[in-house]
């Protein structure tokens, strides 16, 4: 991927296409925190080597001045007010912006396994077959789960629903469903914007 | 010559068939900035949705408002009413991973007699056009759109715009049910709080009793000795004004009633010339002494100096060495009688 070579800049080149929206106090608004961690989540519910990749897709889009390293990436997911160890830090809007671009970047890279599983979800539901009967689905949606409740804090009143398996899966699936999104031409800008629905001035 | 422009993606095609106006020879491929026809083919639709720019602006309005909703969850537009009238074209979920898309009539070409395409053209398009979508047939065609609109060669003055919504905006948008659930608790809560308060007594407030030689015998006789030097004394009066309380006990209080009343009345000698009665408030120290006075009402005031009472006044007792005071009230009336009863906490006791 051709880049900007330029490091000393600020702002990083695959950053500027998304603006500054005009959020109220400092850093990140809560749901934006939490939706920007789940979608990395189900990213690494379909790569089995998603957290490396993460760091991996921060070197190649020149963002290691906002994800330094592993220890930088887990600091800045757990600004997500819903995680176990939920850091009280804000996240910046660069470090989200950072965030969103890894996510849009590796979600690209996973278009063809994210179109398979939504089709597949899409035909075992005419039919009328749970999500277990295909491999690929049940394999995420397995490890989306257990993803979850390993990291997030689930005595949380607002994550107390999660406690059935049914609605991680139709969380699993709702998430699936935007990082298709994600893979469009437009799909960064799509996913930035929608982060900060209902949240700006 | 008409350009044809192509957008496919696996569930859509857009077709886009439109002039050019700038001629540039050198430019591979030309700049279609006069749209003619658009198509849109869904799979899974009859046929596709034609029309012209109306069509092509709608829809792509419609279809990438549907993904920021989908990615957000926050709906953008009040999908019910826009302007008292439905939206041309429509993009509404019906189920967690579909939704519907409804065209209505009027943005919609039907192929003229002259063309080719024969038979669905007969009927009238009365009724607006729906078609189910999946999640991947939604994304192929806000893809197919996002595609469009990065292309700068077609059309480039329609360009995508993302603004995330004012949160002024996503609560006006809640539905009023859900908006006034907490002023409806509200008003529950007061209702239930004033039920509950109805039935709890309300409670009597009870003037703070202070000490009086009328009602608190008993007690002082208890407490201490009667004697002088045993009551509490409460203060006192400026020169001339009479003291506040009065601290000698009860029978101490008839001799001094006594006492006061013989020293008025040896000393009263003036025939009166008012015609009220003249109320004075008189404190009396120990040894009957008059303390201080004070006029009660406005004859007293006038007439003052009918009366011997300035004449009666002894020195005003100073601070260090304070006696208890006995109070009364001092009539004087027009038909020269001279009354006088003990003065207690404000009012007149006619008891003792």
């Known amino acids: 991927m051709q880049l900007n070579s330029r490091t000393d800049q600020s702002v ?9 929206p005009a959020v109220l106090g400092e850093g990140c608004p809560h749901r934006t925190r939490l939706q920007i961690d789940l979608v990395l989540l189900a990213i690494e519910a379909l790569d089995l080597d998603g957290s490396e990749a993460m760091l991996t897709a921060a070197r190649e889009l020149q963002l290691q001045g906002l994800v330094k390293n592993r220890v930088t990436l887990w600091r800045l997911r757990n600004s ?8 009280r830090r804000p996240l910046t809007l660069a470090e989200a912006k950072a965030l969103v671009a890894i996510a849009c970047y590796l979600a690209r890279r996973l278009t063809v396994t994210i179109r398979q599983l939504l089709l597949a979800h899409e035909q075992l539901r005419t039919q009328q077959l749970s999500p277990e009967h295909h491999f690929g689905l049940a394999h995420y949606l397995t490890r989306f789960r257990s993803h979850f409740r390993s990291r997030m804090n689930l005595r949380r009143t607002s994550l107390a629903v999660y406690s059935v398996d049914e609605k991680l899966n139709e969380l699993a699936m709702s998430l699936l469903g935007q990082l298709l999104f994600c893979t469009g031409t437009a799909g960064m800008q799509r996913l930035w914007s929608s ?3 209902g949240e700006v001035a | 010559m008409t350009i044809r422009r192509q957008y496919s993606l696996p569930n859509c095609t857009l077709v886009l068939e439109g002039l050019s106006t700038k001629h540039s020879t050198q430019a591979e491929r030309p700049l279609l900035d006069v749209l003619i026809r658009f198509e849109c083919h869904l799979t899974g639709a009859l046929k596709p949705l034609t029309g012209g720019r109306d069509l092509l602006e709608n829809l792509a309005a419609a279809a990438s408002q549907f993904a920021q909703e989908f990615l957000s969850g926050v709906q953008h537009s009040n999908r019910d009413s826009l302007n008292g009238r439905s939206p041309l074209v429509r993009l509404e979920p019906v189920e967690t991973r579909a939704c519907r898309l409804i065209v209505q009539p009027e943005l919609l070409i039907q192929a003229p007699v002259a063309e080719s395409s024969a038979a669905p053209s007969t ?8 078609t189910t979508l999946s999640t991947v047939q939604v994304f192929d065609l806000v893809e197919a759109f996002d595609q469009f609109f990065a292309d700068t060669q077609t059309l480039p003055d329609l360009s995508l715009n993302f603004k995330p919504l004012s949160r002024r905006v996503s609560t006006s948008r809640q539905p009023v049910t859900e908006r006034a659930a907490p002023a409806a608790l509200g008003v529950a809560s007061l209702v239930l709080a004033s039920v509950a308060f109805f039935f709890i007594p309300i409670p009597e407030v009870e003037k703070p009793r202070t000490p009086t030689p009328e009602d608190s015998p008993p007690q002082r006789e208890r407490d201490q000795p009667p004697g002088p030097q045993g009551a509490p004394e409460p203060r006192q ?22 006492k006061l009343y013989t020293q008025i009345d040896q000393a009263w000698k003036a025939d009166p010339t008012f015609d009220q009665d003249l109320i004075y408030r008189v404190s009396v120290d120990q040894s009957g002494k008059i303390a201080g006075y004070q006029f009660q009402n ?14 009666l006044l002894g020195v005003p007792p100073d601070s260090s060495t304070q006696k208890p005071l006995a109070q009364f009230q001092v009539v004087f009336t027009p ?15 006619f008891g003792s």
Not at chain 1, 12 to 20: G, I, N, Q, T
Not at chain 2, 335 to 349: A, F, K, Y
């Open chain 2, 335 to 349: 038909s020269r009688v001279l009354q006088v009863r003990p003065w207690i906490d404000g009012r007149v006791s």
């Open chain 2, 237 to 258: 009066s400026s020169a001339g004004a009479a003291a506040a309380a009065s601290g000698i006990a009860n029978p101490d209080q008839e001799v001094l009633k006594q």
């Open chain 2, 123 to 130: 009927a009238q398009p009365a009724l607006p056009i729906e």
């Open chain 1, 80 to 87: 997500n007010p819903c995680r176990r160890y939920s850091q």
């Open chain 2, 298 to 311: 406005q004859a007293a005031v006038d007439y003052g100096s009918e009366v011997p009472l300035l004449d």
């Open chain 1, 195 to 197: 982060l900060f629905d």
């Open chain 1, 12 to 20: 990083p080149f695959v950053l500027e296409s998304l603006p500054d």
